[in-house]
């Protein structure tokens, strides 16, 4: 589908539409800047992983029902009856660059398709990125708007109209994320403005999720770095003192660790216990968890035990859930 054929329809009809995730939104005139925006990414690989641990939770606050999700799911609705929920997905560098590729792609040529204008399935495009996959699976997601609207909540939009999607029993996309079968995920997130002839520019934040399970299977723990207040649940902001370190036992071996975008972080592990920890400057530990490597994803965040250091003021407070 022609994407920029698609948005001038909208644009000449100018109202509001829900057609494969596009909204038209307004506030204030700023357009977007071109390129891909990571942060946003991540916060998306938190919303989905959110909504595994958690479906019913997750689904509920979004306002939808139960009951009818139950229906909707068939043979699979023995997800909303896991004590735990499903095991998190991974984040892969070369599912992102599979991702990346067929977004960029996509805003290069104006159009808007699983299928790559050369005939590539995203089987194919995950294939030519290095992944060598058991099963996959990719969800599109893209919302336009003539005045600007922040990236995050672009996100949760583009993010409740792919659950949507998923959970309607007519709908004919794969559902990938509350599937039990995959196991890691690639997300590009990207801007970019549309200029039409004598018209305003429309901006897009156009959403691509690959989902896969690799031939060889891995088990990593996957988490966010927070502080809880009266406003709710924040991921730390300022990490340029702080240090990230796993203690694996019984050997006390220290194995540091870089933060992700939004404090997250994620590290593979297989067998074995171990400490995850988060020093200051003077070595103080400030955060830490325990845990036991496992057969799958696990997720563990870390929750600030010393108010010095800041958290950002803007993420969501159902960020972490």
């Not at 100018?14 to 506030?27: A, C, Q, Y």
């Not at 997800?79 to 660059?97: K, R, T, V, Y």
């Not at 050997?251 to 870089?258: H, N």
Request: with cysteine; proline share 6%; glycine share 6%.
């Amino acid at each position: 589908m022609n994407i920029l054929y698609m948005l001038y329809k909208c644009y000449k009809k100018f109202i509001p539409i829900m057609i494969l995730g596009l909204v038209i939104s307004t506030s204030l005139t700023v357009p977007v800047s071109a390129g891909e925006t990571s942060d946003v990414s991540f916060y998306l690989w938190r919303l989905i992983n959110n909504a595994r641990r958690n479906p019913v939770n997750v689904l509920s606050t979004m306002g939808f029902d139960i009951p009818s999700v139950r229906l909707a799911l068939a043979n699979r609705s023995w997800i909303l009856d896991l004590e735990q929920g499903l095991p998190p997905l991974a984040w892969n560098p070369q599912l992102f660059d599979s991702s990346m590729a067929h977004n960029q792609d996509m805003i290069k040529h104006l159009y808007y398709s699983y299928v790559s204008r050369d005939g590539s399935t995203y089987m194919d495009r995950i294939e030519r990125a290095g992944y060598s996959a058991q099963i996959a699976g990719e969800t599109l997601g893209i919302v336009s708007f003539e005045y600007y609207i922040e990236p995050v909540e672009a996100a949760n939009l583009i993010f409740r109209n792919m659950l949507k999607d998923e959970i309607d029993p007519l709908s004919r996309v794969e559902r990938n994320i509350l599937n039990p079968d995959v196991t890691e995920i690639g997300i590009s997130f990207s801007a970019t403005p549309f200029e039409f002839p004598q018209m305003s520019l429309l901006n897009v934040y156009l959403v691509v999720i690959d989902f896969a399970k690799p031939i060889e299977n891995h088990s990593y723990v996957i988490g966010n770095f927070y502080e809880e207040n009266d406003s709710g649940i924040h991921p730390i902001q300022d990490l340029k003192e702080l240090g990230l370190v796993i203690r694996f036992l019984p050997e006390g071996i220290d194995v540091p660790l870089f933060f992700l975008p939004m404090a997250g972080f994620q590290f593979e592990v297989s067998s074995g216990f171990f400490f995850i920890e988060v020093r200051d400057v003077l070595g103080r530990v400030i955060a830490r968890r325990s845990g036991q490597g496992i057969c799958t994803n696990q997720l563990i965040d870390l929750k600030l035990i010393n108010t010095v250091v800041p958290v950002t003021p803007d993420i969501p407070r159902y960020f972490l859930q």
